[in-house]
C-alpha cells in the first residue's frame, strides 16, 4: 500500500555523544506489526520501513528480555508464572528494566555510520545484530544501533535507545489523514505474494505463491487479543477469508462449550456492526497506530488489524483465476505464464507474533493461555502456526 506522509516535527537523529547526524530527515510512522517476525527458512525479505519515516517501540513491545511491561502479581499471575514463559520479573511481580523507548529506520536512512567488523554475526546471509550494535558513529565511534539483514528477517536499522537523540529540524509536519481520506487513497494489502530464497540455481529467480508474511504477522497480532477477549469461550467470525485467517485456529484453542462470541469487521465505509458483536476487527492508522473505533463508542473489543489487511479483508479484490482460459493464448506461450498466486497449504498465524503479542497483554497471566502458550511448540508441528 502507498506511504502517507506522517504528522508530527520532521526530526534527525544524531549520536549522544558528539552530536553528529546519524539519519537523514525522517517523520513518525506507527510500528509495523511485522517489526519483529522471523519468516521462513533462507527467505528474502524487503527493508521494514518506508524511505523517510521512523517507528518507535516502547518498552512493553521490546523483545529484549529484560525489558516489557508491568506485569501486576495477582492469584492467577505472579513472578513465577512469568518466569515460567521467558518473562523475567521482578520481586514485586513488575518485569525488571526502566521504560525505554527504541527506534527503528530504514537502512538506506543511515548517514554518518560505519560497521563495527567484530560485530558481525548472522546466521548465513546477512547481519542478525545478534552480538549487539553493529554500526558505531563515524565521527566519534560510539555504538549507536543494529543493522539487520540477514535471510528471515525484515531488513531494517535499529537505533539503540542510550545512544542517539532525536533533534528537531523542521516545522511539524502534515497532520494526521482523517480514516475518510486514508481509506480513498489507500490499496489493500494482497493475502499471497511471491516469496523468493536464497540458494537457487539462479539468485534471485527462485519463489513461490505463499500466503503474505505481512498476513501471517497481522494474524498472529489479533489473534492474541481474539484469544485475550475470549476469556476461552468459543469465537465466530465472517466466513470467508477473514474464516479462512482464523476460524481453524480459534476452534484448536479455544474450548467448543458455551455460547459463542461472535466478532466482526468494521471500519470506515462499512455499515454498523450488529449490537450483539462481541468483538471488532478494526484498522489501526498508519501513521498514528491508534485504533479504528465507532462513532459514539462501542463495548465491543476491538482488533486490530493493519489497514492494508483491513482493507482486503472488508473489500476483497478479484484474484487471478486458477486456470487462464485454453483460448486466450496458444498452448505453447501458457507456458511462460506465472504460477497462479494460490498458496499449497492452509493459512497459518506467525507463532512468534502471537506470542510477542500476548505476552504483554495483561490476561496473558491466565491459566488458560499460560497453557496455550506453553503448548505453542507443539502446535507449530502439527501446522497450526
Avoid at 534527525?12 to 539519519?23: I, K, M, N, Q, S
Avoid at 506485569?71 to 505472579?78: A, E, I, K, Q, V
Avoid at 487471478?320 to 505453447?332: I, K, T
Wanted: proline share 12%; glycine share 10%.
Amino acid at each position: 500500500m502507498p506511504s502517507f506522509p506522517a504528522g508530527g516535527h520532521v526530526i534527525v537523529f544524531v549520536c549522544a555523544r558528539c552530536g553528529a547526524e546519524l539519519t537523514a530527515p525522517l517523520s513518525q510512522v506507527a510500528l509495523p506489526a511485522h517489526a519483529h517476525q522471523k519468516y521462513g527458512n533462507g527467505v528474502q525479505l524487503p527493508v521494514l520501513m518506508e524511505p523517510g519515516t521512523f517507528a518507535v517501540e516502547s518498552e512493553s513491545e521490546s523483545d529484549s528480555e529484560t525489558w516489557g511491561p508491568p506485569w501486576p502479581s495477582r492469584d492467577t499471575g505472579t513472578p513465577s508464572a512469568a518466569a515460567a514463559l521467558g518473562i523475567h520479573a521482578s520481586a514485586d511481580g513488575t518485569l525488571s528494566g526502566d521504560v525505554t523507548d527504541s527506534f527503528v529506520i530504514a537502512p538506506g536512512d543511515t548517514r554518518g555510520t560505519v560497521l563495527i567488523p567484530e560485530k558481525s554475526s548472522g546466521y548465513c546471509c546477512g547481519l542478525d545484530g545478534a552480538d549487539g550494535p553493529n554500526i558505531a558513529c563515524e565521527a566519534c565511534g560510539l555504538p549507536v544501533g543494529s543493522r539487520i539483514d540477514d535471510c528471515s528477517l525484515w531488513q531494517a536499522v535499529w537505533l539503540s535507545p542510550n545512544a542517539v537523540h532525536r533533534h528537531a529540524v523542521g516545522d511539524a509536519g502534515l497532520a494526521p489523514l482523517p480514516w475518510a481520506d486514508l481509506t480513498a487513497a489507500a490499496a489493500g494489502t494482497p493475502p499471497y505474494e511471491p516469496i523468493t530464497s536464497w540458494g537457487g540455481r539462479q539468485l534471485g529467480l527462485y519463489h513461490w505463491w505463499s500466503w503474505s508474511p505481512r498476513w501471517e504477522a497481522a494474524a498472529g497480532r489479533a489473534l492474541a487479543h481474539l484469544l485475550a477477549a475470549s476469556g476461552g469461550r468459543p469465537v465466530s467470525v465472517p466466513h470467508g477469508l477473514t474464516a479462512d485467517v482464523f476460524q481453524r485456529t480459534l476452534d484448536a484453542l479455544l474450548s467448543a462449550g458455551g455460547p459463542p462470541l461472535h466478532a466482526a469487521l468494521a471500519g470506515p465505509d462499512l455499515p454498523a456492526s450488529d449490537t450483539d458483536t462481541d468483538l471488532l476487527l478494526v484498522p489501526e492508522h498508519p501513521q498514528t497506530g491508534e485504533t479504528w473505533a465507532p462513532a459514539g463508542g462501542t463495548s465491543a473489543y476491538l482488533v486490530p488489524l493493519p489497514l492494508g489487511v483491513w482493507l482486503w479483508l472488508a473489500f476483497p479484490e478479484p484474484h487471478l483465476p486458477a486456470d487462464p482460459p485454453p483460448q486466450v493464448l496458444p498452448v505453447e506461450l501458457l507456458r511462460d505464464d506465472p504460477p497462479s498466486p494460490r498458496p499449497g497449504h492452509l493459512f497459518r498465524v506467525d507463532a512468534g507474533v502471537f506470542r510477542h503479542t500476548l505476552l504483554r497483554l495483561p490476561t496473558a497471566c491466565d491459566p488458560w493461555l499460560r497453557e496455550v502458550l506453553e503448548n505453542l511448540p507443539t502446535y507449530v508441528r502439527s501446522g497450526l502456526f
